[in-house]
């Protein structure tokens, strides 16, 4: 809209913006697993927020037709070390993209990724940073393709990438491809907290004991606050702590620690780790709990952010 009103300082404004796209962490409040086919994969019931605490993605033209990847940020050096620059799911999206449009002669383009968020947390970095791929791209070369199509491409990067398009509160199933809002679930001041260890999702589904475990009990149409959430946050869990903490003990070191800081509402494990977070009543709360915890392990990467109410 602002590209249209003649105004030179907000058609600038766009014009930066429609360069930009974030990549928020995702949270998996509580992660059932369901089942498992018999390809192998899970089957999961989760409960998806998004935090504001993100990776930011720009795109910038090139003369040519090359498609380029810059990294900077708190975790370059990590992702660098965690294989081939190639094999960056940001550049998988925007090849992904480029396959699909065969005919179309598409600008050359320079990804610029700054990575706060780090490797292999359980927080969805890469699948985040695939699915601002996605819109990004799908904006900066004028595709038009709707979200629906950007999900089918999404899926095959990675089950995660389908809800980290979505980016808002919702509810996973099937192998987290089967995706719908959640809507009700208020704002939620967020403590993350990295121990500095990094589990890989198949060890972890590996060591996952069989089991007959049930989906996520009846969601209600709205919670009136954040304690109320909380309450029926507790009837809830995290399949995957178990193996998680089995592999890398820390987990349960840092689970514990944010657990019994006294503002802390409810700790849990996200995702298959290794980050944790603390549900809080307000910043303020989360913030307190990060310096006491941060005056005890300044070795582990702190976060206080929050996730949007829907």
């Known amino acids: 809209m602002a590209a ?42 989760s409960l998806v927020v998004f935090a504001e605490v993100a990776d930011t993605l720009r795109a910038v033209p090139l003369a040519d037709a090359e498609i380029t990847l810059a990294v900077d940020g708190q975790f370059v050096d990590e992702l660098a070390a965690s294989g081939d620059v190639r094999d960056n799911l940001v550049l998988r999206a925007a090849d992904l993209l480029m396959r699909s449009f065969p005919t179309l002669r598409l600008r050359g383009v320079r990804l610029e990724l700054t990575k706060r968020l780090p490797i292999g947390a359980g927080i969805g970095g890469g699948s985040a940073d ?134 802390c509402l409810i700790a849990r494990m996200t995702g298959s780790g290794a980050t944790v977070f603390g549900v809080f009543m307000s910043v303020d709360s989360a913030n307190r709990a990060a310096d006491r915890l941060h005056a005890a392990r300044p070795d582990w990467w702190l976060a206080v952010t929050s996730t949007a109410g829907v």
């Open 4 to 45: 249209t009103t003649g105004d030179p300082v907000a058609s600038l404004i766009f014009e930066v913006a429609s360069k930009v796209e974030t990549a928020r962490a995702k949270i998996n409040l509580a992660l059932h697993v369901t089942g498992r086919r018999p390809d192998g994969y899970h089957l999961v019931d």
């Open 130 to 263: 695939a699915a601002a791929a996605l819109r990004l791209l799908n904006r900066f070369w004028s595709l038009g393709l709707p979200a629906q199509e950007l999900a089918a491409l999404g899926l095959r990067l990675g089950a995660d990438v389908p809800m980290c398009l979505l980016s808002r509160p919702l509810r996973a199933g099937g192998i987290g491809e089967r995706i719908a809002p959640a809507s009700g679930i208020p704002a939620l001041p967020l403590l993350l907290v990295n121990p500095g260890v990094h589990v890989a999702t198949p060890d972890v589904f590996r060591r996952l004991a069989p089991s007959v475990r049930t989906g996520l009990p009846a969601f209600p149409p709205r919670f009136g606050s954040i304690l109320e959430f909380v309450m029926w946050l507790r009837k809830t869990r995290n399949d995957l702590t178990e193996p998680a903490t089995a592999i890398a003990p820390v987990i349960g070191r840092a689970l514990k620690a944010l657990a019994a800081d006294p503002d």
